[in-house]
Nanobody
Framework: QVQLVESGGGLVQPGGSLTLSCAAS????????MSWHRQAPGKERELVAG???????RYAESVKGRFTISRESAKNTVYLQMNSLKVEDTAVYYC?????????WGQGIQVTVSS
């Protein structure tokens, strides 16, 4: 069973930076896509940034220019560099990975932006 484990969350002041990491284990296959999603209290889970084979990346409009997704495909690892954080970025961030027709989710990690 594929497992995704997120790390790097925490509390940061507005304008600060954090880097999230997500590592997949339990598979000998390379994940074809990895992405970050988030869910704020009372809101639906939304895509933050995704990266698929071929170097294609996609960002939510609200994070463009501030967040950067990157992958180490050989290690089935994905990162999310978050700069210029805003209070509205506060949420639980989830990592998602795709292998074939199956997708897997991490347990989520809290990111809180507050002064």
């Amino acid at each position: 069973q594929v497992q995704l484990v997120e790390s790097g969350g925490g509390l940061v002041q507005p304008g600060g930076s954090l880097t999230l990491s997500c590592a997949a284990s339990g598979t000998r296959f390379r994940l074809t896509a990895m992405s970050w999603h988030r869910q704020a209290p009372g809101k639906e889970r939304e895509l933050v940034a995704g990266a698929i084979d071929g170097g294609i990346v996609r960002y939510a409009e609200s994070v463009k220019g501030r967040f950067t997704i990157s992958r180490e495909s050989a290690k089935n690892t994905v990162y999310l560099q978050m700069n210029s954080l805003k209070v509205e970025d506060t949420a639980v961030y989830y990592c998602r990975g795709v292998v074939g027709s199956n997708d897997f989710w991490g347990q989520g990690i809290q990111v809180t932006v507050s002064s």
